[in-house]
């Protein structure tokens, strides 16, 4: 189990919160499945007046070859928010690839909705550079670009177009607990991991 606390959350590019949250997660994996559990709960009132809670489960099932990983999978999530009466929950399809040679990987992640938002896609490429520092500390970064369909933005954004969604740009540096000091920097969940 793991616990963030972050400045905020943003998620395949959209501020859900500008506020303070804490983000636990857990997960068990083998044999190249693995089911992760992932929250976030703002801290406190956003600019816009909300306070998201959102929760959300994955099944994954990882297919690695030398170089090139296949991870179809399936994510519910739940979303609400106690200072109004909105809330939603649905399921996506997911599919992560990459393609790794030594410290650089490339990937490729694609979610399509099919229950409430039934069609609505997301698409991201990028890649991601990580690497040892020495042998307790990794570094890395990652840039990606993404993409959207009408029926995606229409639902997460009103904006009835598809359209390219965002660039990002992301490093991070951790050492093990038992140092104790472990750091890491993302403007939100990391969507090209399960967990």
Same mark, same amino acid.
């Given at each position: 189990? !793991?616990?963030? /606390?972050?400045?905020?959350?943003?998620?395949? @590019?959209?501020?859900?919160?500008?506020?303070?949250?804490?983000?636990?997660?857990?997960?068990?994996?083998?044999?190249?499945?693995?089911?992760?559990?992932? #929250?976030?709960?703002? /801290?406190? !009132?956003?600019?816009?007046?909300?306070?998201?809670?959102?929760?959300?489960?994955?099944?994954?099932?990882?297919?690695?070859?030398?170089? /090139?990983?296949? @991870?179809?999978?399936?994510?519910?999530?739940?979303?609400?928010?106690?200072?109004?009466?909105?809330?939603?929950?649905?399921? !996506?399809?997911?599919?992560?690839?990459?393609?790794?040679?030594?410290?650089?990987?490339?990937?490729?992640?694609?979610?399509?909705?099919?229950?409430?938002?039934? @069609?609505?896609?997301? #698409? !991201?490429?990028?890649?991601? /550079?990580?690497?040892?520092?020495?042998?307790?500390?990794?570094? #890395?970064?990652?840039?990606?670009?993404?993409?959207?369909?009408?029926?995606?933005?229409?639902?997460?954004?009103?904006?009835?177009?598809?359209?390219?969604?965002?660039?990002?740009?992301?490093?991070?540096?951790?050492?093990?607990?038992?140092?104790?000091?472990?750091?890491?920097?993302?403007?939100?969940?990391?969507?090209?991991?399960?967990?």
């Amino acid at each position: 189990m !793991e616990i963030a /606390l972050s400045s905020g959350h943003a998620d395949r @590019g959209i501020v859900i919160s500008d506020r303070p949250v804490v983000q636990p997660v857990t997960w068990v994996s083998g044999k190249g499945v693995s089911f992760s559990v992932w #929250g976030s709960l703002t /801290l406190g !009132e956003t600019t816009d007046g909300s306070r998201p809670q959102i929760l959300e489960m994955e099944l994954t099932r990882e297919h690695q070859g030398r170089h /090139l990983t296949v @991870g179809p999978a399936v994510r519910m999530f739940f979303y609400r928010d106690p200072l109004s009466i909105d809330s939603s929950r649905s399921i !996506e399809g997911w599919l992560y690839v990459s393609y790794s040679v030594g410290p650089l990987r490339l990937f490729t992640n694609h979610s399509v909705d099919v229950l409430a938002y039934r @069609g609505a896609y997301f #698409g !991201e490429a990028g890649f991601a /550079l990580e690497r040892r520092d020495s042998e307790r500390i990794k570094v #890395g970064g990652s840039w990606g670009i993404a993409w959207a369909s009408s029926r995606f933005n229409h639902a997460y954004v009103g904006i009835d177009k598809s359209a390219l969604a965002s660039t990002s740009v992301r490093t991070s540096s951790s050492a093990p607990p038992s140092t104790a000091r472990c750091a890491r920097t993302w403007p939100g969940r990391p969507t090209s991991s399960s967990g």
